[in-house]
């Protein structure tokens, strides 16, 4: 089992443009997280799905945040435009059944 | 208003000695109390978790000590090992979905 899979590994780009972020559950679970992490304020929820149903997107920070799942393998974290202030660490998690969620090594994004 | 407070921020412990981590919770609600381990460039790995139905869970050198009254749990690292370094997380959640977690505390074993 590859676990859950994250691209890109590091993002470094310009504010204003615009950053996908991509997730590839672990097949057969069910539930997906959007976390994001950062030193102030830790890892903080923004999103999560179940059987590609967004559940609750109240951690999403702004409109300019937006989140897909169009089938149960792939999901995307879309930031448009991107600010300095975004830059974090992007972690996607899944969960087969209920309580235990493996995470993704993470996106490290980078906005100048 | 931060739902999972968790101390020390930073710990330093002695080879072969204990760590302890220690988590406060607000709402009763809770359901589940897991801990997890994150270290450097990877993603947090679920470590030991446990329910309020229980006042602790041993796994290995981990155990976890459940206080449902006073809305306190805390992590116990026996015969603690350099390769335990990390930084640990506590959580908590409400029916599996919604995930607080704690700040972290980065912990490190001197050998």
């Known amino acids: 089992d590859a676990g859950v899979i994250q691209s890109p590994r590091h993002e470094v780009t310009e504010m204003g443009q615009e950053v996908t972020l991509r997730c590839k559950p672990i097949?057969?679970?069910?539930?997906l997280f959007w976390y994001r992490q950062t030193m102030m304020r830790g890892l903080e929820l923004l999103i999560y799905?179940?059987?590609?149903?967004?559940?609750?997107d109240s951690g999403m920070p702004e409109d300019r945040f937006s989140a897909k799942m169009p089938n149960a393998s792939f999901s995307t974290l879309k930031i448009q435009p991107s600010e300095p202030r975004d830059s974090a660490v992007y972690f996607c998690?899944?969960?087969?059944?209920?309580?235990?969620?493996?995470f993704g090594p993470g996106t490290r994004l980078t906005v100048l | 208003q931060q739902q999972v407070k968790q101390s020390p921020q930073s710990l330093i412990v002695q080879k072969g000695g204990i760590s302890i981590i220690n988590c406060a919770y607000e709402?009763?609600?809770?359901?589940?109390f897991p801990w997890y381990q994150q270290f450097p460039g990877k993603g947090p790995a679920l470590l030991i978790a446990?329910?309020?139905?229980?006042s602790e869970k041993k796994e290995g050198r981990f155990t976890i000590s459940f206080n449902k009254s006073a809305k306190q749990f805390s992590l116990h690292i026996m015969d603690s090992q350099p390769g335990d370094s990390a930084t640990y997380f506590c959580?908590?959640?409400?029916?599996?979905?919604?995930?607080?977690f704690g700040t972290g505390t980065s912990l490190t074993v001197i050998p």
């Open positions: 998690a899944s969960r087969p059944q209920y309580n235990e969620q493996f």
């Open positions: 097949s057969g679970h069910n539930s």
């Open positions: 799905f179940n059987n590609n149903v967004p559940i609750d």
């Open positions: 709402n009763t609600a809770f359901d589940y």
């Open positions: 446990i329910r309020p139905d229980v």
């Open positions: 959580a908590a959640s409400l029916t599996g979905n919604q995930f607080y």
